[in-house]
């Protein structure tokens, strides 16, 4: 007698589970293809459970400013306060710097290399981001010594600090050692620190290392005003490993390309416009997306809940 299996619905999956699954897929098919499945999976997407870790670092360097504000408000109101990873690249303003540190109390990890928040929102909400342990802040020019002491002060979980700067940020200008000398006074936890391309001296970095005993990467490569005694280096910081100041590699040369990814209403970017009315409940038009690497021409969906309405909507065939 053969024996009986049992098998499950896949709409019945939990939605945590559910969540793990369609972090497999793009950014732009859990919006706009998973909701139209089903009511299970579209619930899944609508709450929080697929936006404990949100990157969208790669779209954001190349969409526009009330885009990109739109969508993180969004996510992140999706996320409930369980965000603990946030990569984005190119925030506009303080407002939108300031809505992230209201939710972020499970955030780990925050990476927003070359937005322009100020100086002044870092100090103001800095005390909302004690949770962080890594923070990349690389190419942030609106922002200096104030804002890193402020993070210093309330951060003190953060062991991983990234604040590269483009090399041609460093042309022509003085040395700025204020940056430097607040990470020594106020980062004692560090273990990694990557500052290439800074204007710092000598002096400075001794005082990191004085301050931040736990390190054990240094990257100062393209500080080219840095000299230290390779020697003296190995007696008193054997586990520490620095890199630089002469760069040795082809070091992040993929951003430096791009620029800053400035964008133009001429060139090609993912133009991620949607109707949205309340965050947790709207209805994203396929035509509105401009992918070169993944059209939905030839996408067939057949909808196994519902009336239809979504596919009426998407202009999809409705369910048999």
Known sequence: MEEQIEFRHWDELIPDALGLIFSNLSLQEVLTVIPSVCKSW????????????????????????????RMLRMLITRSSGSLRKLCVSGLHNDSIFSF???????????????????????ERTAGRLSTITFLDLSYCGKIGARALEAIGRHC???????????PLDAAGKLLQDDEANAIATTMPRLKRLEMAYHLISTGSVMNIL???PQLELLDLRGCWDVKLDSQLMKEKFPKLKVLGPFVMDY??????????????????????????????????????????????????????????????????????
């Open 100 to 122: 992230i540190t209201e939710n972020a109390g499970s955030l780990q990890t925050l990476r927003v290399r070359r937005s322009e928040m100020s100086d002044s929102v870092v």
């Open 251 to 320: 070091y992040e040369m993929d951003d430096w390309d791009d620029d800053c990814s400035d964008y133009s209403d001429n060139s090609e970017y993912l133009a991620w416009e949607f109707e949205m009315g309340d965050y947790d409940d709207y209805d994203i038009y396929d035509g509105m997306w401009h992918d070169d690497e993944g059209r939905f021409e030839e996408l067939e969906l057949r909808f196994y809940e519902g009336n239809g309405e979504e596919a009426g909507i998407l202009g999809w065939p409705q369910s048999p």
């Open 210 to 212: 004085a301050g931040c």
């Open 42 to 69: 579209r619930k899944a997407v609508t709450g929080p459970y697929c936006w404990q870790e949100v990157d969208i670092e790669e779209w954001s360097s190349r969409c526009q400013p009330h885009h990109l504000d």
């Open 156 to 166: 003190k979980l953060l062991v991983t600090l990234c604040r590269n700067m483009h």
